[in-house]
């Protein structure tokens, strides 16, 4: 059976990506509706770090965080009181002198770009953040970072898409991607365009996109506000989060506006299991008080794991899917779903109508992993 008003577009997936599409392309004045499995905000987005960062770990990556963070600055004066948005800034943290010289070639790339950003010293750290260790080299501060609590803004996301007309269906399980259709049990669902936005879920529905689930761990401390002012990273970060080993942790720190502080983070290729590695959650807390040593006074509240969507590039799919005729992907964010969510539906929603991006999106385009299999069967 069809159900009855055709929409324009559908949208398979109401995380902060999906929420961030349906919303872009409701207000190109599409009918709009948007299909999660669960509830709005779930998922990923539930699961995740609420930043807003700019990274610079390929000039692919850079460009589409700058243009996120921008985004998320301008809409910035409009966003409920729920989604808590702090422009606290990223401090990346250096240990030692070699560390420092990564500071500036990060500046360096940053200010090409036109991302402020500003050096510090070892003196200047540890008045910006006292509860540091002392005797670290200094670190890069990007003032116009930011953290939000990405449940709560994928929700208001969505709140604007059905201010523009958009109609979200929670709790339906899409079984099956056709030409311009979805199968929701004993329903087909057609539009003109289709977007997979299922985020860790997203090859259930496309069997030949590359992403694979990626556990991390998080856990939460008690609240003692002013402990941690910035969002503060290491700068050893990238290498923890951009190459794809079986198991690795790195120290991130985020202020909550509730006052307490969000420790991460961890990455594990363990497909499915949603259990908690005790050995890694350990690890990933010995080295956040490593960098914190008064962590160590602040209770843990509760923690949790998470699925990121991995791809083996470390880009996203953004784009036409072109074996299935009208599929769109938004997907393979890993664990920039929430910086690059407005980016990601700037592209899709120009890519959609036909307009000019800012930016070549030939990069993020579905159709490279076409192009790869294809050079690997010969």
């Excluded at 000039?59 to 004066?77: F, I, N, Y």
């Excluded at 002012?229 to 079986?246: D, F, I, K, N, P």
Aim: with cysteine; hydrophobic share 45%; charged share 20%.
């Amino acid at each position: 059976m069809t159900n009855g008003e055709r929409a324009d577009a559908i949208v398979i997936g109401a995380g902060i990506v999906g929420a961030a599409c349906a919303r872009a392309l409701a207000r190109e004045g599409m009918r709009v509706t948007v299909l999660d499995a669960r509830y709005a905000g779930g998922g990923t987005t539930a699961a995740g770090m609420g930043h807003i960062v700019v990274m610079d770990d390929s000039p692919e990556q850079l460009a589409l965080t700058a243009l996120s963070a921008e985004l998320w600055r301008q809409v910035r004066p409009t966003l409920a009181g729920a989604v808590e948005f702090d422009p606290c800034g990223t401090i990346w943290v250096a240990e030692d002198a070699a560390q420092m010289d990564a500071v500036l070639d990060k500046e360096r790339v940053y200010r090409e770009h036109g991302v402020e950003c500003e050096v510090i010293g070892a003196g200047r750290l540890a008045e910006m953040e006292p509860n540091l260790r002392a005797g670290l080299a200094g670190g890069l501060l990007v003032s116009g970072d930011a953290v939000l609590y990405p449940p709560r803004a994928a929700l208001w996301l969505l709140d604007d898409a059905r201010a523009h007309g958009a109609v979200v269906r929670e709790g339906c399980r899409v079984d099956a991607i056709v030409p311009h259709a979805v199968h929701v049990g004993h329903e087909t669902l057609e539009a003109d365009v289709i977007v997979n936005a299922a985020g860790a879920e997203s090859a259930r529905l496309t069997p030949d996109l590359p992403i694979v689930p990626r556990k991390g761990h998080l856990a939460i401390t008690d609240r003692a506000p002013g402990f941690c002012r910035h969002q503060l990273v290491e700068l050893g970060y990238l290498t923890s989060a951009h190459v794809m080993t079986t198991e690795s942790v790195a120290f991130n720190v985020q202020p909550r506006r509730t006052g307490q502080s969000l420790i991460g983070s961890s990455r594990e290729l363990v497909g499915w299991d949603p259990s908690t590695n005790h050995d890694v959650l350990r690890r990933m807390l010995e080295r956040a008080v490593q960098f914190m040593p008064a962590l160590s006074g602040l209770s843990i509240v509760r923690t949790w794991t998470g699925f990121r969507p991995a791809t083996p590039d470390k880009l996203p799919l953004i784009g036409q899917w072109a074996p299935t005729p009208g599929l769109w992907v938004a997907a393979g964010h890993e664990g920039l779903g929430i910086t690059t969510s407005l980016g990601t539906a700037r592209l899709l929603a120009d890519l959609v109508v036909g307009r000019p991006t800012p930016f070549d999106a030939t990069p993020f385009s579905p159709i490279r992993v076409l192009t790869h299999s294809a050079a690997a069967a010969h």
